[in-house]
């Protein structure tokens, strides 16, 4: 027993004697300030990884900025939104945002209602549940290169995929097809994440009370009825979650279309913000640019995730 | 509950993990054989299997080199957040100190500012400013405290009895002996499920690393895969059956884990993060 242990030990030498502590020192630092000790490197993470780039591009968004050697002390002008007059103006970058919505279309849907059935079907004593259950997390848990690879292989001019389809095969194939490249990412990437939210509306069904789905088949409720009126309900916090996370996935976009489409092929049919972020930023070197084309998807996915937070928790 | 003998939601549930899974057995087979088989019957390898593929492919980007260095970028993160995610969830469930709720806040939402924001201005200053492109540091660093670890953490560390905290204080145990002595060793299940959920990052992440290394020798296999896949689309040869290699090696470490410690990545291991 872990309190038994403890008895036994004698108090180290590094332990204080029980003394009173000054009042103002405790209103200072709290009762443990050990606490902030703890906490402390944590806490320097934040503010050199999160806290001061976030200020960083933004102040970046505002001004001409452009790489310079380590130490070179350059002018870098406030020109106010400029920079967002640029972006938004370019076809490219507006090409991408609307590929980013035609994805979120397509993806966050299909997402929620495959992986709450999914998980609603593996809810409960079912044969074989941990096999199904690793099967379907282990795209999740696997790189995107590794598998972008094979669907590569599956869909390209002579792939399986067309071999199946037989004459049905689309012309020109899937990935260099401007019209069915952004959907077959979304379904890529529907297909990658959805053990992950499956894995979190299990956690949800556990919340769901028995009794609601005993009142409902007394009520007379079929599998389906008591699905759409207890089950859906039951988990709309995690519904919420799983919008919110998938949007936020969705605008996260980048290795697809890299990889799968060779850079948002054809034509930046399939180019996604962060996609056209790297490629102003850093290989066409402006940094302030590409700055403020993620302060306006990140306000985009703010918005969207508000939106989506009151229509889904309302009534 | 009896087992449910509903054929129907079996063999959806089947058909499904078909789907899930037959990329991957398409995966190993096509790593497999010599020659590009893309016909229907070539789902079964009829022409005997080759390790050629892994040859060409590791002749083209030194497979263990790149493993290493997927290892020490992925050690490296899994270290320092075991570590510091450690104390920092610690302090957060069970030590009152000034600007608790303030942190606890922040940790949250940090997980909702999406990386992509700062990627350039992270680029700027790791790259250009302190000089750290090419080197495990300039990839660690940004990955390095996972923030959805401290939050499970905390929650694991939250979860204890508090009268298992009060005796040892009465018996004049310092913080820090109960913290190592009595909370860590009955947090053990949340180490193992933290050291999952922090692998998957850094061992698949392709954006950050490929902007940070330049240096092939520096590159971990998600870049050097990559770098193979894109440069090679261009060309009129199909290597296929290398890129296949490759992602079978890629996938491998990672899939191999999550089936051997399956238990540990389940929904009541993760549940406290939507529970509430």
């Known amino acids: ?71 070179a002390v350059v002018a870098r002008p406030f020109v106010g939104l400029q920079n967002y007059k640029t972006a938004l103006s370019d076809p490219a970058v507006q090409r991408s945002f609307l590929n980013v919505v035609e ?22 004593a079912i044969r074989g549940r941990t096999f199904l259950r690793v099967a379907y997390y282990v795209p999740y848990v696997t790189a995107s290169v590794a598998v972008v690879a094979v669907w590569l292989f599956l869909f390209s001019n002579g792939g399986l ?40 509306y299990l956690a949800a069904l556990q919340n769901v009370s028995k009794e609601l789905y005993e009142a409902a088949s007394v009520d007379g409720a079929g599998k389906f009825r008591s699905f759409m009126n207890v089950t859906v309900p039951g988990v709309r916090p995690a519904t919420t ?28 049919a399939s180019a996604s913000p962060v996609l056209v ?39 | 509950m009896s087992r449910t003998r509903s054929w129907p939601r079996m063999v959806a549930l089947v058909i499904g993990a078909i789907f899930f899974l037959f990329p991957f057995y398409y995966m190993i087979i096509g790593s497999l054989q010599a020659k590009r088989d893309t016909s229907i019957t070539g789902i079964i390898p009829t022409h005997g299997v080759t390790l ?129 002595s009595i909370a860590l060793p009955l947090v053990r299940p949340a180490l193992l499920t933290v050291v999952l959920i922090t692998f998957i990052g850094p061992w698949n992440e392709l954006l950050w690393p490929f902007l940070v290394t330049k240096d092939v020798s520096l590159q971990p296999l998600a870049v050097s895969l990559a770098n193979y896949i894109s440069n090679v689309a261009g060309r009129a040869t199909n290597p296929y059956g ?21 238990k540990h990545f389940t929904s009541s291991e993760l549940g406290s993060g939507v529970k509430g």
């Open chain 1, 1 to 71: 027993m872990p309190t038994a242990t403890v008895t036994t030990h004698q108090p180290g030498p590094t332990m204080p004697p029980p003394k009173r502590r000054s009042r103002r020192l405790t209103t200072l630092f709290g009762r443990q300030p050990l606490g902030m000790a703890l906490a402390a490197p944590y806490v320097v993470f934040l503010a050199a990884v999160f806290a001061y780039p976030l200020g960083l591009a933004v102040y970046m968004s505002f001004h001409r900025y452009f790489f310079a050697a380590p130490g």
């Open chain 1, 103 to 124: 994805f979120l279309i397509i993806n966050v849907p299909l997402t929620v209602v495959l992986s709450l059935v999914l998980a609603s079907s593996l809810n409960g």
């Open chain 1, 161 to 200: 995929v067309n071999q199946l389809l037989g004459p049905l095969a689309p012309d020109p194939s899937w990935l260099v097809n401007s019209t069915l490249a952004m959907p077959l990412i979304a379904v890529f990437v529907t297909w990658k994440q959805l053990g992950f939210f499956i894995l979190l």
């Open chain 1, 241 to 268: 979650l799983v919008v919110i996370l998938a949007t936020i996935t969705g605008a996260n976009l980048f290795t697809e279309p890299y990889l799968l489409t060779n850079g948002g092929g054809p034509d930046g």
């Open chain 1, 277 to 315: 972020m790297y490629q102003k930023g850093i290989e066409q070197g402006s940094p302030d640019i590409a700055a403020a084309i993620g302060v306006i998807l990140v306000i985009g996915v703010l918005v969207v995730s508000l939106i989506n937070r009151r229509l889904l928790e309302r009534d």
């Open chain 2, 52 to 180: 050629h593929n892994y040859a060409q492919i590791n002749a083209s980007l030194d497979l263990l080199r790149s493993l290493v260095n997927s290892g020490i970028f992925t050690g490296g993160v899994i270290l320092a957040t075991v570590i510091f995610g450690v104390l920092a969830g610690y302090a957060l469930a069970r030590l009152h100190f000034r600007g608790r709720g303030t942190l606890f806040a922040l940790m949250l939402l940090v997980q909702v500012v999406p990386f992509q924001l700062l990627i350039i201005p992270l680029y700027v200053m790791i790259v250009r400013n302190y000089g750290l492109g090419d080197s495990y540091m300039g990839m660690i660093l940004p990955f390095a405290i996972n923030s959805v670890a401290v939050f499970i953490f905390r929650q694991f560390f939250l979860a204890l009895p508090e009268d298992l905290f009060a005796a040892a204080r009465i018996d004049g145990a310092s913080e820090l002996r109960i913290l190592w």
């Open chain 2, 242 to 262: 290398a890129i296949l290699a490759g992602s079978v090696v890629l996938a491998a470490p990672v899939v191999a884990l999550f089936v051997a410690f399956q």
